[in-house]
């Protein structure tokens, strides 16, 4: 796999902005489910599903596969009993390449959320939000890369990846196989519960039936 190798100065700058940055509000919704109120998205809080659902052997799959695999994902919420679909891949920036910062969903959680530094290790340097998530990919020394929803329009047949290992972002031909990480526009704190619908539904009924007698 090539990459374009990121320059160390750049590490640099971006650790000194944003070592001082607050850590993103990420709450724990239970269910396997972590809401950032900052961003107004929910993560799956295993970093490698696709893997534990048995989709994919290693959870890594080129880049047509991830987006499938996530458009198509409808996930089990055990705290509020429903499955729970609109599912997609993370944002990014199109046209960043190395230590970009926090301006995409990915990067933000590694900086903010996780409290990353740019080309560190994030399994040795985080925040204790880290902890929050599993699987966060692969190997110690593997760097963890992420897809993005997001085609790479001045690179053709390329789509924007994410290092959640050092935090660094580029581009990366389609075929090449990727991690996927599943996230949710909104809080699942809204979702209605099914026992909630259940409830509504017998409550029309009811006020129907009144309705019908009254008549």
Known sequence: MNTRTPLIASSLIVASLVSGAAQ???????GGLIYDT???VTWLADANFAKTSGYSATGQMSWNQATSW????????SVRNVNLTGWRLPTSDPSCSGYCGTGTEMGYLFYIGLGGVAGQNII???????????????HIFNAAYYWSDTLAPAFTGEAS??????????????????????????????????????????????VGWRVRRRR
């Open 124 to 138: 040795f340097t985080h925040s204790a939000n880290y902890d929050l998530f599993t699987n966060i990919g692969g």
């Open 70 to 77: 996530a458009a198509n994902l409808s996930y089990y919420d």
């Open 38 to 40: 900052d961003l107004n």
């Open 161 to 206: 990846y994410f290092g959640m290992r050092y935090g660094s972002q580029g581009g990366l031909a389609l075929s090449n196989t990727l991690y996927a990480w599943a996230v949710r526009p909104g809080d699942v704190a809204a979702v209605p519960e099914a026992q909630t619908y259940a409830l509504m539904l017998a409550g029309l009924g009811l």
């Open 24 to 30: 993103a509000s990420l709450v724990d919704r239970g």
